[in-house]
Antibody
Framework: EVQLVQSGAEVKKPGESLRISCKGS????????ISWVRQMPGKGLEWMGR????????NYSPSFQGHVSISADKSISTAYLQWSSLKASDTAMYYC???????????WGQGTLVTVSS | QSALTQPASVSGSPGQSITISCTGT?????????VSWYQQHPAKAPKLMIF???KRPSGVSNRFSGSKSGNTASLTISGLQAEDEADYYC???????????FGGGTKLTVL
């Protein structure tokens, strides 16, 4: 069974750093991209970027380039989304997602809620 | 503003059919047969319902179907059921450096 299991909810202060994780199982982790998708409270889905776990090649949506960093450790089938300095506007649910080369997402993580508040 | 345009809401009665549109450009929806549709119930992760414009993943009801004409893709749900009430999002591969673009989402209400 394909599963993407994400790390738990986080509460942080503005300016703090954060890394959330997404562990894949039940499929060949290095064969498919992992995307990260943001959903702000009451809003729609926004594609943030993706990583190829086989070689850690990444590309980002211009809207998120420079503000987040995506990485992966293929030895433990885990992808990461990282911030160096959080803002209140980063408060959102973040999903990782198994992504094909034709851009469909067939499996999603359960989501990680990130709350940034002073 | 989302890259793909969807109606904010649609509604229908049980047993009826509804169609949700998703309009993009020749750089995304119109240029590739890589349109997907996702269903999202409140406080749940999205679920893939349609991929490659009209293909259904295993386990998805055949009441859900997809199509495309020009720069507009469509999701049709026939025989509406109460459980279909959810938010629906389209997405497409794009030749821009974004790779994936989503629609703004459509709230389906089953009356």
């Amino acid at each position: 069974e394909v599963q993407l299991v994400q790390s738990g909810a986080e509460v942080k202060k503005p300016g703090e750093s954060l890394r959330i994780s997404c562990k894949g199982s039940g499929y060949s982790f290095t064969t498919y991209w992992i995307s990260w998708v943001r959903q702000m409270p009451g809003k729609g889905l926004e594609w943030m970027g993706r990583i190829d776990p086989s070689d850690s090649y990444t590309n980002y949506s211009p809207s998120f380039q420079g503000h987040v960093s995506i990485s992966a450790d293929k030895s433990i089938s885990t992808a990461y989304l990282q911030w160096s300095s959080l803002k209140a506007s980063d408060t959102a649910m973040y999903y990782c997602a198994k992504t094909s080369s034709s851009a469909e997402v067939d499996y999603w993580g359960q989501g990680t809620l990130v709350t940034v508040s002073s | 503003q989302s890259a793909l345009t969807q109606p904010a809401s649609v509604s229908g009665s049980p047993g009826q059919s509804i169609t949700i549109s998703c309009t993009g450009t020749s750089s995304d929806v119109g240029g590739y047969n890589y349109v997907s549709w996702y269903q999202q119930h409140p406080a749940k992760a999205p679920k893939l319902m349609i991929f490659d414009v009209s293909k259904r993943p295993s386990g998805v009801s055949n009441r859900f179907s997809g199509s495309k004409s020009g720069n507009t893709a469509s999701l049709t749900i026939s025989g509406l059921q109460a459980e279909d009430e959810a938010d629906y999002y389209c997405s497409s591969y794009t030749s821009s450096n974004t790779f994936v673009v989503f629609g703004g989402g459509t709230k389906l209400t089953v009356l």
